[in-house]
């Protein structure tokens, strides 16, 4: 979900989100192998346990990517960013 603080109409909302999923899915798999994925990092974090490198590296280039892609378009839109939640 692409979160701001305001100057962004539903329409860009929508698009930036969906650009933002799609570089996921394409880097990481369907939406059910993401979820898995940040699963995993969550739930080592709650565990203190420091999660697979391997994870962590795709999981980073993924998202940056996603976020890069995700806001493009977006110039005059300083303050947002995408949240990832996933559901147990």
Do not use: H, I, K
């Amino acid at each position: 979900m692409l979160r701001e603080d305001a100057g962004m109409t539903e329409q860009q909302r929508a698009a930036a989100e969906c650009r933002f999923r799609a570089v996921l899915e394409d880097r990481l798999g369907s939406p059910e192998q993401v979820a898995a994925l940040v699963r995993q990092l969550v739930q080592a974090e709650r565990d203190g346990e420091a999660p697979a490198p391997d994870l962590v590296r795709r999981w980073e280039r993924a998202n940056a990517a996603a976020r890069y892609t995700g806001l493009q378009s977006l110039a005059d839109v300083t303050d947002a960013w995408f949240e990832v939640s996933v559901t147990s």
